[in-house]
Nanobody, 115 residues
Framework: QVQLVESGGGLVQPGGSLRLSCAAS????????MGWYRQAPGKQRELVAT???????NYADSVKGRFTISRDNAVNTMYLQMNSLKSEDTAVYYC?????????WGQGTQVTVSS
């Protein structure tokens, strides 16, 4: 059973930075695509960024230039570096991995941007 565990969330002031991590129980090379999603209170879950096995990345327009997704196959971990954080980035952030069309999710980590 594949397990994904997020960490790194917390409270940060506007303009600050956080780095989220997503650790997989097995080899992340198994995932054809991995990504970060977020869900703010009262809103639907939305895509933040994705990265393929080959390293191709895709970002939501709202985070382009501020967030960077990466993966380290050697330690089976995916990251999301978040800079210049805004209050509207406040949400629960979820890690996602896809294997042969099946999606796997982490439990989520809270990110709160507030002064």
């Amino acid at each position: 059973q594949v397990q994904l565990v997020e960490s790194g969330g917390g409270l940060v002031q506007p303009g600050g930075s956080l780095r989220l991590s997503c650790a997989a129980s097995g080899s992340i090379f198994s995932f054809s695509r991995m990504g970060w999603y977020r869900q703010a209170p009262g809103k639907q879950r939305e895509l933040v960024a994705t990265i393929t096995r080959g390293g191709s990345t895709n970002y939501a327009d709202s985070v382009k230039g501020r967030f960077t997704i990466s993966r380290d196959n050697a330690v089976n971990t995916m990251y999301l570096q978040m800079n210049s954080l805004k209050s509207e980035d406040t949400a629960v952030y979820y890690c996602n991995g896809r294997i042969l069309g099946d999606d796997y999710w982490g439990q989520g980590t809270q990110v709160t941007v507030s002064s």
